[in-house]
């Protein structure tokens, strides 16, 4: 079946170690998404590519990174995590803008 | 912020019964998307829809749209057990060239068997 695949689902770094979030697709899907979500609240935008076009939020934080070396793989770079970056990481896509977006399960991402 | 606000943040109701979401934005809107997610996994798209339409409809899924309020809802009816998930309303703002969905904190619906 066609999916979105983040690996790892549970990942624990120590405060201020880089760590790499991945993501694959099959869906052959030109946008895809990154989202931060804390616990009970709205998933939050990062950023994201349409193709190789990056988008970045402008309250992302400048820690954070995107890295897109082909259309099915996508990066979230975080290069000095902090406690209040603990957080569930979403990747999603979408065929194109506007279109109702494919959810990956996340990797949830702890701080020690 | 365009984000979406979901009423009301918690629903409890027993399996058969009819479950209702609201949810209000701010600013125009291209369309408006609702997602479901169960504890600790990603989130499933539902429907979606566009400005222009006022209600649509999948399996026990009915969704409104009032522009003019400014506000949506989703009506599950005839609620299951496995209907127990967080619902996410997310808005695509109108005028913007990007697609971006904003996200609103989400209803958590339990449904007891």
């Known amino acids: 079946d066609a999916m979105v695949i983040q690996n790892p689902r549970y990942q624990v770094t120590q405060f201020g170690k880089p760590v790499t979030l991945s993501c694959s697709q099959t869906?052959?899907?030109?946008?895809m998404y990154w989202y931060q979500q804390k616990s009970s609240q709205a998933p939050k935008l990062l950023f994201h590519?349409?193709?190789?076009?990056?988008?970045n939020e402008a309250d992302t934080p400048d820690n954070f990174q995107s890295r897109r070396p082909n259309t099915s793989f996508c990066f979230l770079d975080i290069r000095s995590p902090g406690l209040g970056d603990a957080a569930m990481y979403l990747c999603?896509?979408?065929?194109?803008?506007?279109?109702?977006?494919?959810f990956g399960d996340g990797t949830r991402l702890s701080i020690l | 912020s365009q984000q979406g606000e979901e009423d009301p943040q918690a629903l409890s109701i027993q399996e058969g019964e009819n479950a209702t979401m609201n949810c209000s934005y701010k600013t125009s809107i291209n369309n408006l998307q609702w997602y479901r997610q169960n504890s600790g996994r990603g989130l499933v798209h539902l429907i979606l829809i566009r400005s222009n339409e006022r209600e649509k409809h999948s399996g026990r899924l009915r969704v409104t749209l009032d522009t003019s309020k400014k506000s949506s809802s989703l009506l599950i009816t005839a609620s299951r057990a496995a209907d127990t998930a967080s619902y996410f309303c997310a808005t695509d703002e109108g005028g913007s060239t990007l697609g971006r969905l904003y996200f609103g904190r989400g209803t958590q619906l339990t449904v007891w068997p």
């Open positions: 590519y349409y193709d190789k076009d990056f988008n």
């Open positions: 869906l052959n899907h030109n946008v």
């Open positions: 999603a896509t979408s065929r194109v803008i506007r279109e109702p977006q494919h």
